[in-house]
């Protein structure tokens, strides 16, 4: 045979050949379209519950303990609806914007103060009343 080298041998003589050095571009470059941005997807989770207010505190509590285990878990997108009545959703968490861009993290339609998420998270609002926008 010709050429009995190795193969990384080889490629440096056909690389040197090209004109091309250790420093140079890559043969092959990124790929010229931007790459997509994330997409929100939805995850329907059935189950069984003797009344709507059960449901509710049950679907609150599904959705809180999935966000601890995966933080990517979108709390304020949680909602609940008859398992034959999707249109009929209803969100789970309040979601009001705070004055410093957080989102409150409390059940929808709570009274009292909004509040951001995690220990000692930011309170806004007046306080008294279900929750305002």
Known sequence: MRDNTSPHWRQRRAVGALGRGRDARPLIGPPRRPTRPHRFFTVHLGFTAPSVVEARE???????????????????????????????????????LGPDGE?????????????????GGLGWGDG???ARD
């Open 58 to 96: 049950l679907a609150v509590a599904y959705a809180e303990a999935l966000n601890l285990l995966r933080p990517e878990v979108a709390l304020g997108a949680a909602a609940l609806s008859p398992a034959d009545a999707w249109q009929r959703a209803e969100r789970l968490f309040c979601g009001a």
């Open 103 to 119: 989102r409150c993290v409390d059940v929808a339609d709570h009274p009292g103060f909004h509040h951001a998420p995690g220990p």
């Open 128 to 130: 008294d009343g279900p």
